[in-house]
């Protein structure tokens, strides 16, 4: 699966409370977004969190149940939360990259700043090219 790693600046709130500062993760990388009135995305990533303190794998099944929602919703956020690299399946279920969310975010900044690099590595040949 590609990855697509969106990062976006956002002003951090002045609260400090816990969810508060959830939220602004998550709207730093774009996880909350499209027509989610229901703000569905943001209880599924929290609920998963909840969950990953007790499991390192967790079922959607499980999300379902905790959170009273549909397992296709579930899943349809959680495929979201697989294409930004913040979570994977391994054996049907969902494990949380690196196994904590600083270990996550890690790996991610790693793999961008790798994914840069290449970008740069072709940019110097195109600037080279048009003598730029």
């Known amino acids: ?32 977004k499209g027509r989610d009135i229901d703000d569905t995305s943001f209880k599924i990533i929290c609920g998963l969190f909840r969950l990953f303190s007790e499991n390192k794998l967790v ?5 379902s149940n905790l959170l009273h929602l549909e397992p296709y919703k579930v899943n349809h956020h959680i495929r979201r939360f697989m294409e930004s690299g913040l979570v994977f399946r391994e054996k049907r ?40």
């Open 1 to 32: 699966m590609r990855r697509k790693i969106t990062i976006k600046e956002v002003n951090r709130p002045k609260s400090r409370k816990i969810k508060d500062e959830i939220r602004w993760v998550c709207d730093s990388l774009d996880l909350m």
């Open 59 to 63: 079922s959607t099944e499980e999300v």
């Open 93 to 132: 279920k969902i494990a949380l990259r690196g196994g904590s969310l600083s270990a996550a975010l890690e790996e991610l900044k790693r793999d961008s700043e790798a994914m840069f690099d290449r970008l740069l590595e072709v940019s110097k040949k195109i600037d080279k090219a048009f003598r730029l």
